[in-house]
Nanobody, 127 residues
Framework: QVQLVESGGGLVQPGGSLRLSCAAS????????IGWFREAPGKEREFVAA????????EYADSVKGRFTISKDSTKNMVYLQMNGLKPEDTAVYYC????????????????????WGRGTQVTVSS
């Protein structure tokens, strides 16, 4: 059974940090590019970060650049999003997504490119 399960969300004060994890089961993660997206109340799902299948290329939304870091550990089948310097506008449900690809150095920023999605984890940034 293929499954993505996000964890690590929660309530944090502005300026704080969280590390989101995404556990992939039923996948060989080395064959997939990975993306993190988020959806705030009343807003469309938006791109946050992506990393290529080969983990040699990453891309970030301008709003999180310099604060968030995406990584993958194919040996553990885990994906991570380290979030530092959190702001209230980062409040959203965060989703990890996988794209099966033969390309090792390509990242995707469009949600329509991704094949599998987790159910999300809530991140709330508030004092």
């Amino acid at each position: 059974q293929v499954q993505l399960v996000e964890s690590g969300g929660g309530l944090v004060q502005p300026g704080g940090s969280l590390r989101l994890s995404c556990a992939a089961s039923g996948f060989t993660l080395a064959n997939y590019a990975i993306g993190w997206f988020r959806e705030a109340p009343g807003k469309e799902r938006e791109f946050v970060a992506a990393i290529s299948r080969g983990a040699d290329v990453s891309e970030y939304a301008d709003s999180v650049k310099g604060r968030f870091t995406i990584s993958k550990d194919s040996t553990k089948n885990m994906v991570y999003l380290q979030m530092n310097g959190l702001k209230p506008e980062d409040t959203a449900v965060y989703y990890c997504a996988l794209e099966y690809t033969i390309y090792t150095s390509v990242v995707r920023t469009s949600s329509s490119e991704y094949d599998y999605w987790g159910r999300g984890t809530q991140v709330t940034v508030s004092s």
